[in-house]
């Protein structure tokens, strides 16, 4: 039998805490991310995230119902920050290139310093039910921020480009998740490679080093 | 009991087929493909894909040892022809722009047509196992093929561009699969845009028309 410790009120846990996380609702998303991008969403029970906390199955449902609300629980976390931002700079009157760039640039550097690849878990099968409406609702809130953004960008600069051009940006985003599963790291030059790229494909043509100024001002 | 019908040699079948595929082997890999991109890699048994053919599970094995092999031949698919075409276009004296175009609309119209989305495949935790490394090569090998073109495409246009963007067209192609998941069809206005919005990344100017229609050429 595993020697129970108790270490907080009437919460039992199997071993002292190991988990990245300030507290058990922290521990259980930390160790769930980890076994979904690592084994598998389907392969992952919730038996097996309590037993890599060290607690109990039942003391995971005090904090979830279901391995679908963990799921829902570590997407939103990819969503929330980025579409703050993006709503923020919807209502600055910047220029749409360094909106864009700040928006971008953030996202980037989210997906890139997140301790797990959760971008990953985006194509999931599981994700096209019901119970995910809500995120791929803000998922989309997301895309369509960068899409008009993208869409003024081409307006501003007004070069000839490549039409459909608006909805790349998002993908040069989303790519990042690729590359860090590639490369087995998360590639630190992408913060700056993915935002450049995308202006000059919207027909962007001023100093990006002053863009990226610019940008980090605002994000 | 389910009712046995006798189609092939030695091979009793539960149901007639009903399934893509001329061939027993086809009829599995697209019920599997179907599952794996529907249910999810993980929570599909060989069983539910027996049953999904219409065969018991011992006939399935007769063509494949285990999940892994059906995943592996499935994820191969996606990758030989334009393998193929890469290695045959690595010899060709056309402009690298073309070749890079001619690539990347077979990979993305390939992409497209194929009746599951199994790019969204590509980011299972299961392909790091040592089981898909010769997997990995292949499409290692396919990646090296863009950044190769995509490199010499920046050094015939002659402009300048963003350093690193020879990254990017191999991650262009791939973000197919991520469209083709959001709008829940495939994107047929992709094998354009794609090709189109690669070589003006690469700082391309001439005319993407001419350049098309010189890549269906040589594809």
Known sequence: MKRVTQLGPGRPRLEPRRRAGQTPRAEILDAAAELFTGNGYGSTS??????????RQASLYHHFASKDDILDALLGE??????????????SD?????RLYALARFDVSQLCAARWNLGALYLLPELRGERFAAFRARRDDLRRHYEILAAAVISEAGNPTVPGADLLPFRLVESVINIRSDEGAPPRYADQLIPDAMLRLLGYQEDLARTRAAALKLG
Chains 1, 2 share one sequence.
């Open 94 to 98: 910047a220029p749409a290139a360094v």
């Open 78 to 91: 990819t969503i929330t920050a980025p579409l703050k931002l993006a709503e923020r700079l919807a209502e």
């Open 46 to 55: 919730t038996r097996a995230i309590a037993d890599a906390v060290g607690i």
